[in-house]
């Protein structure tokens, strides 16, 4: 079973409107973490927001939150106010510990997202 | 402090040749991880060091594919005898124990 799911292959979003990006997650452990990283066509992957398993709150960063639905299993990342520059892939991704100990970090297929002027 | 590097940024080789990747982690980073992406599919795990030990390699497609991270440090992926369905873009991260993930630039492997 796919553990992290991102249905939106592609999206489109008017410049200084707010998108929506959509992730769902499955696994059976407690504690974990949920990562949203932009990949622009440089190739590079930036670490944008995090969001841990047992935090209160919706993590935020700048322009960018994490809407966390505990519940739903549902991490999507907001991004307000558009710009021409947040054009790139997203990945979703999430960390899982084992038994080790140790974290291993599974990620989404992407969703590629346009910025219109 | 400088970020994790990979070299090459590119690499364009026949089936059947052999190819070496390089990655070098941020200074202090115990936690070495390869990841593989190939076109529209989802970056795939490939394994995970921990300091010179392969704390998981799950990922490895087959045989064909040889990590390593002699003394802790960089690490090398070498894929031989490359196949057409080895293309992609290979990243490298590392991180703290379980602290986020920093990446590299990628590999971008072309087997023709």
């Known amino acids: 079973a796919q553990k992290i799911t991102q249905t939106q292959p592609g999206m489109f979003v008017q410049e200084k409107e707010a998108v929506t990006l959509d992730c769902t997650y499955d696994t059976s452990d ?27 709150q919706n993590a935020t960063e700048g322009r960018y939150s994490l809407n966390f639905q505990k519940a739903r299993k549902s991490a999507n990342l907001v991004i307000s106010a558009s710009q021409l520059g947040d054009s790139a892939m997203y990945f979703c991704a999430m960390r899982e510990v084992n038994s080790g100990g140790y974290q291993k970090v599974t990620f989404g297929t992407g969703t590629k997202l346009q910025v219109i002027p | 402090e400088a970020g994790v590097t990979q070299f090459p940024s590119h690499s364009v080789i026949e089936k059947g040749q052999t190819v070496t990747l390089r990655c070098d982690p941020i200074s202090g980073h115990d936690n070495l991880y390869w990841y593989r992406r190939v076109m529209g599919k989802e970056i795939k795990f490939l394994l995970h060091f921990v ?27 070498k894929v031989q005898p ?15 124990v379980r602290g986020t993930l920093h990446f590299g630039n990628g590999t971008r492997l072309t087997v023709t």
């Open chain 2, 51 to 77: 300091k010179e030990s392969k704390q998981d390699e799950s990922g490895m497609p087959n045989n064909r594919f040889l990590a390593e991270r002699t003394g802790g440090t960089y690490s090398t992926l």
């Open chain 2, 82 to 96: 490359a196949e057409l369905e080895d293309s992609g873009v290979y990243f490298c991260a590392s991180s703290q």
């Open chain 1, 30 to 56: 407690p504690s974990y973490g949920l990562f949203w990283y932009k990949q622009p066509s440089s190739g590079e992957m930036i670490f944008l927001i995090y969001q841990g398993s047992y935090d209160q």
